[in-house]
């Protein structure tokens, strides 16, 4: 009983946190949209490719995401991921799953960001391992910090929901690289 009042309590303050960052974000935008080319002036796409592999191991992600940049400090975005993984003779597995994130540029150098990401993880083990296979939903919410350096932000993100036995993650802080054009 109390695993669940603490994940319960920990979801509870993840989305608080979570809109305390975004809704003073949106406010931040002082001009309505005037026409649809204005709104594609400002948004940026982006994402992130991934491959792995080795002795009998493959992994591959694909992560398309788009932003708006309501200013120069202020930008709102969703993104999409699937993953694929395979270990010969022990498993395979697929996550897929979205995110909506928020960013901060307090000056140009720094990005604070908060994300939630929903992911769907499927797991297949080989019969002889004795695993029971998994489906099942994680949630994350990440708060982050990076140096942005253009484009390209280079940082650090701590999952404030993370569960050692559900998380595709093998720790609660996560690097990241993100870069939007």
Not at 75 to 83: F, K, N, R, V
Not at 93 to 107: D, E, K, W
């Amino acid at each position: 009983m109390k695993k669940s009042i603490d994940y319960y309590k920990k979801m509870t303050i993840s989305i608080v946190l979570f809109f305390i960052f975004s809704f003073p974000l949106l406010a931040q935008n002082n001009k309505s949209i005037g026409t649809s080319s204005d709104f594609w002036n400002h948004v940026r796409f982006g994402g992130g490719i991934g491959l792995s592999f080795g002795d009998g191991f493959f992994s591959g992600t694909l992560a398309p995401s788009a932003i708006y940049q309501f200013n120069e400090q202020v930008a709102l975005g969703l993104g999409l991921s699937g993953t694929y993984n395979t270990q010969k003779d022990l498993y395979k597995s697929s996550i897929i799953g979205a995110s909506i994130v928020g960013l901060v540029n307090p000056i140009t150098a720094i990005q604070l960001s908060a994300e939630f990401e929903e992911l769907n993880v499927s797991r297949k083990w080989d019969s002889r391992t004795g695993f029971a296979d998994e489906n099942y939903w994680y949630p994350a919410i990440f708060l982050g910090v990076g140096y942005n350096s253009g484009p390209v932000t280079f940082g650090i993100r701590f999952d404030v929901l993370y569960d050692r036995n559900k998380s595709i993650y093998s720790e609660a802080w996560v690097p990241f690289v993100r870069v939007y054009f």
